[in-house]
Structure formats: structure tokens, C-alpha cells
DNA sequence: CTGTAACCGAGACGGTACGTCCGGTCTTCGG
DNA sequence: CCGAAGACCGGACGTACCGTCTCGGTTACAG
């Protein structure tokens, strides 16, 4: 998200980088990520305007990275494998399940799933960084799973994923329901029963 | 969502609202949500900004107005009972992909599902009008076939029904793959075995 | 100056048209033409920048309008005519003089003799406005001392009225000396030699 | 002009120098003094605005370099001393008439005449570097003349000299009329009628 | 012949102001 | 009193430059 062709990113002040980022999640975290403004993060951040244009395309891009930076742990994600498969699913779906209610990702993350409906480019980047990692090391999971014949060989393993990962999803972003760990739990055992045998 | 204390609604002048709804549509239609604005609404519809105010308190309740105009055929939504569950099912989850993928509504519907993060008035109205007549009604239908003992007796069907919607939904504002009605059944397929026994 | 063609200038207000050429006068005043900016006439005037740009093109403008404000009483400008020539004369080019040290008037007026430099708009609105009834004046005063025999009937009136007018602004934009009355009584008893018979 | 306290003169680039001169009278002279930006100055000149601020303090000071390369042939000003008075004072008032209409001079020298009043520092240059040596010149072939009895030995030079320019830089700087040689002249003829007898 | 200290091109930086767009309020006028 | 029109105050946009600072690189003199 942070390369551009123009500036000389060998240049760059990596102290600016970072007081943008957080100034970027403190607001969005404190006031909103629509009632955040550029210019409120510069000014937080004691930064010009043209430091943020320089280096990032949007408000979006900004959030973005400051989000990646706060995952920044996560970068190896992976599924357990102990050998118990609904065990080690129900252990990466509590996870994210509270990731999803932490407060201090929940604005800022959340904000970020709408703002994808009008940047086809950071779309993009969000699937690859920020979904992507937990869906496709889950669906590796199951994979394992096939080829010990703990669920059945046939299944298509996107859409296993998605009847794990959905729920939870539907209820964040819909708000139909709070997401929880017992929630996870309740998808991840009912989950089980379509994919075994 | 239209009323207001203030003015009188029975001098309203239907003209104007209708005007001013279809504008919304077709800009939002046209533009994207975000670039639309009020004031461009105002001035297609050729109507003042302040007939706007005046009944609606911000552009999301415009353009939820609008969408729920569009889709007032489905009122009475029910879910067919022809005593094949799966059928259904994927007649449901189906007339689901199909809204999701119709261009009319793709655009105001998905910013609408993601501006009710930031509007709790919006969000009520949202879950109450527009999802919530589908989930009610295949939650009735699985309440149905559990006491025709189709599917588990025990089931929570609040965690069955999102199993359904969850990937569909998933797939549609996560951009991870298009929604189709393929994939609705394969979906229905797979949440079955889950249900079943 | 003040005219545009979009808004609708019956519906303008006087308020904040006052406010702003008083805003304008007061901070070229304080801190000269070029360091104030219509951003700060803006927020002394209490007003939105749109209010500024909607009735006047450019920050000359503003300040031309505030001068010609200030300047008002001037309107039907003519020069005496005791019958004495010279001391007519005298009278003229020192209420000229004391204007142009007069430190109300003297940044704004300065700094919009040299803006015209830039825009040719302005240009003919200060010569028509600011320059021209002066100049007229005296010319006419000139004239009628050509028919009582009182000056050489074949003068060129408009390089006479130079000679009287150009020693003063010579001093006045190009600061080689101190205007004064005392001048401008040197400049007319030189320029009468000039003129008689 | 051009003299700061740190740098050392010695290792001054002759190349940078001339480069940002030649740039800052072109772009001058094709977009205006007002538009023309030291950024701007740098990228034609090829060369860091560093190597600007390091040796000139502002824009005017550059440009009003940048005008004293263009005229530096005139630096042993003097008037001509035929004997005939009228004579060498219309050759030199044409010289500047000409100067003033030169359109290679015009624009830059006139933007010069405008930043006098903000910097005053630049306005003794101003005055000791371009307009004292004309004005300097003429006084003393005036006072030659007082000598030789061609004009009135009592009269103030410095007044008689503004009767001969005044007019001229009235016309160019208020935009009263054209200047031209034959209005050189005629202001003059009619100067030289104050300072006779 | 080699530091090392300056100037140099380049351009990132914290800032200020630009001129525009739009939000939400207020005012005027016609029906 | 509603509705159209649109002026108003205000805040943010994204851009252009300001004047300062920091980075290699390239002379040019001192040791």
C-alpha cells in the first residue's frame, strides 16, 4: 500500500511514517474512521499534509497500513495441527473472533471492509494481507484433514471455509448478533458435521 | 425511516419525494455512494436542499428509503414448503444470489449494508426491513422441518440459518469470490449435512 | 468590481460584505497587501472563504472595493475655481499629496497601484474610479484657464496634467523622496512657468 | 545584491548562477513575476533551490540581478552635453521611453517597481543601481546648465528632474496612456518652459 | 595523493494558503 | 406553511510553494 513511483522511499522519514500511523488509529479509534480527516492526522501526527499525499493514495491506504502495523505479528499464520482437527479449527476461529471484538481493531478494521467497495487496489491488498492469511492456512488445515481421511475427500474446501468463516463475518459486519468465542465454537461444531465422513 | 417531528407530513408533496428517491439511485447507481452527495441529489431531483433536511436526517436514510421503494415487492416474503427442504432451500438462497449480483442493487445495497456501521438508527431499520424478512422466513422453514424431523431436532437455528447466508454475504461485501447461484447450492449442499440427522 | 454573474446579488448580505471590507482594510493595514490572505479576511470578517470568492475574483478586488469604501466622499470630485490658477492648483495637489500619506489609505492605495500591473480587469475600474475623477478635474480646471487666457491656449492639457501629478507618484511608488504639501506647492509654482503664457 | 555572509564566494559556480539568472528572466517574462515560483526558477535553471536561497535572499533579489545583468551596458550613465540642452535632455528621456517599452525589460523591471514596497532593503538597491544613475545623470547636466545660464539658477533640481520623469513613469506604472518617444518629447518641450528664463 | 570541507543537484520535510466542494442552517419568495 | 432556490458559515479536500534540512556526488585546496 505505501509504494508510490515518484518519491525516493530510500528518503523517507521513518519517523514520520510512524507518528502518521498512529495518529491515524488513535483518531479513527477515538472519533471514527468518516469523521477522521486527513488533515487532522497531520496535524496530530506534527506532520505536513504533503508527507501523507506523498506516500499514500488515501485516507484508506492510511488506515490500512496503520492496521497491518498493529498485525503486524501475525505475518506466519498458521493453523495448529495436534491432530484434532475440530480443536484446532475452533482454536483459530476463537482467535479471530476476538480479534474481531478487540476494540482497538474493530473501528479501524472494520472501516476498512467498507471502504474496499470503492478502491479496487486496496480490495486488493486487504484480501491478500488481511484475509487471505487466516482463510488460506485454514483451508491448508483442512487440507491435512482430507488427506488423513478426517473429513471427507470431495468437499470443496473454499466453501468449507467460508461456512466457517461466514457466520462469523455475517454477524460482525451485519450486526445481527454479537461475535463471540462460544459463537465460534457453536459454527465450528456445527461446521464439523457437514464436513466429516 | 422518513418521519420527522417537526413538519407536517400530510402537506408532503409526493412529487418531491419520489424525485428526489429515484435521483438517489440513479447518482448513487451511477457514481458510487461516497460521490454522491446530497446536494447532488437536490439539484437533480430539482428540489432544494432543505426538502431534503427536511425529511430525511442524512444521506443513508435517502438512499435506504430508495432502496427499500425498489424492493417493496417482496413484502410478504416467505420461503416455499414443497416438503423438500434442500429445494427450498436453494430457492431461497438462489433469489438471494440473485439480488446480490443484480447491478440495479449491488451498489446502494452494499453501501447501505456498511453505512449501518456507523448509524444505529440506520442499523435497526436495516436488519428489520431488509435482512430480517429473509432470515425470519428460512428460519420458519427450518423450524418446520425440524418438527417434520428432516433435520436435528436439537439444532440452533440461528447459527444453521447464518451457516446459510454467512458465505454468501462473505463472498459479497469481502470481494473473496463472486456470488453466483452455483455457489448457493453448493452451499445449501454442504450446510445440509450439517442439519440433516 | 463587485458583480459576477451566477449569484443573485439581491439576496447578497450586507453584513458580511461590510465585515469583509473592513477585514480587508484593517489587515493589509496591519501587516501589508501581500502577507494578508483572504484566508484571514475570511476569519476576521467571520465569513466562509466561498462568501469572499462568490462576489469578488481576487484578493485585489476585495481590497480595491474596501478602498473605494473608504474613499466614498470623494464622488463628485471637481477642482476650485477661485479665479486663481495657482492656487487652485495648489489646493488639489495638496489634498492629493496628503492622501497619498495618509496611513489609511496609504498600504491599500499602494499596494492596488502596483496590483493593476496584473490584471487588466482592475486596471480600468482604478483609473475609472480611483485615478480618473482627479485627473478629470483638473484637466477641466486646466481647460477652463485656457478660455479666460489665464494659460497657453495650445497646451496639451493631458501632459500638463503629468507634469503637475507625475512628480508626486514618482515619489510616492518609486520612494525617492517624501511626499508633502510642501512639494506639491514646489511642483505646481514649476509647473506654472510651464503652462503660462 | 547577491553578497551573503556564510557562503564563500570564491567557490561559486559562475554556471549555477547564470543558469538561475537567464531562467528567472524568462520565466518572467512568459508567466508574469507573480507566477514565476523559486521552485520553478530551480527546475529550469537545473539546479536545487539550495543553490538559491544560498546565495540570493528572496525572488525580487534574484529577478532584480537577473534585470542588472540585462542592463549592465549602461553602467557609466551620463547625459550628453552638445551644447544644446533640449536636445540632450530628449535623448535621454527617449532612452528611458524606450527602456520601458522594450518588452524584454518591461515586465520584470515593473515587477520590480511593485516589490520595492514590501522590501527595503531592495528599494536602496533599487534606487542606487537603476533608477539613481539616470536620474543622477540628468541633475548634473542640469546643473551644468544652470552654470551656463541655459536655466534659472535658483531653480530645485531634484523637482525639475521629476517634471521630466514624473510623467513618463505616471504613464507606465498607472497605465494613463502609452509611453512613446514622441510623448518623451513633448513633456520636454514642456519642461524645459518651467526651467527657462 | 589524499583527506576533508565546501558547493552542488535533488528532493523530503513541516508548514501556510490556495481555490473548490459540500455539509447543514437560514432566508426569501411564490403558490 | 410547503417547496424551490440558493446564500451563508464552516471544515476538509488535494495542490502548489515556501524556506529549511539532509542526502550522496563532485570539486578544490591543505596536509
Given amino acids: 500500500?505505501?509504494?508510490?513511483?515518484?518519491?525516493?522511499?530510500?528518503?523517507?522519514?521513518?519517523?514520520?511514517?510512524?507518528?502518521?500511523?498512529?495518529?491515524?488509529?488513535?483518531?479513527?479509534?477515538?472519533?471514527?474512521?468518516?469523521?477522521?480527516?486527513?488533515?487532522?492526522?497531520?496535524?496530530?501526527?506534527?506532520?505536513?499534509?504533503?508527507?501523507?499525499?506523498?506516500?499514500?493514495?488515501?485516507?484508506?491506504?492510511?488506515?490500512?497500513?496503520?492496521?497491518?502495523?498493529?498485525?503486524?505479528?501475525?505475518?506466519?499464520?498458521?493453523?495448529?495441527?495436534?491432530?484434532?482437527?475440530?480443536?484446532?479449527?475452533k482454536q483459530v476461529l476463537r482467535a479471530t473472533a476476538e480479534e474481531l471484538t478487540n476494540p482497538r481493531m474493530d473501528v479501524s478494521f472494520r472501516a476498512l471492509a467498507l471502504e474496499i467497495q470503492y478502491d479496487a487496489n486496496l480490495a486488493s491488498h486487504w484480501r491478500e494481507k488481511m484475509l487471505g492469511p487466516a482463510l488460506d492456512a485454514t483451508k491448508d488445515r483442512l487440507r491435512s484433514a482430507q488427506h488423513s481421511g478426517e473429513i471427507d475427500a470431495d468437499l470443496d474446501l473454499d466453501v468449507a471455509v467460508e461456512l466457517l468463516y461466514g457466520p462469523l463475518y455475517h454477524r460482525w459486519l451485519l450486526q445481527t448478533a454479537p461475535v463471540s468465542v462460544e459463537h465460534a465454537d457453536a459454527v465450528v461444531d456445527l461446521a464439523m458435521r457437514a464436513m466429516s465422513r
Avoid at 477515538?30 to 487532522?40: F, P, Q, V
Avoid at 492526522?41 to 497500513?65: L, M
Wanted: charged share 25%; net charge neutral; aromatic share 6%.
Fill in 1 to 89: 500500500m505505501s509504494e508510490a513511483r515518484g518519491p525516493d522511499p530510500t528518503r523517507r522519514s521513518e519517523r514520520s511514517r510512524t507518528a502518521i500511523l498512529s495518529a491515524a488509529i488513535e483518531l479513527v479509534t477515538e472519533s471514527g474512521y468518516a469523521k477522521t480527516s486527513i488533515e487532522a492526522i497531520a496535524a496530530r501526527a506534527g506532520v505536513g499534509k504533503q508527507t501523507i499525499y506523498r506516500w499514500w493514495p488515501s485516507k484508506a491506504a492510511v488506515v490500512f497500513d496503520a492496521v497491518l502495523d498493529l498485525t503486524k505479528g501475525q505475518q506466519g499464520f498458521s493453523v495448529l495441527e495436534t491432530g484434532d482437527l475440530k480443536e484446532d479449527l
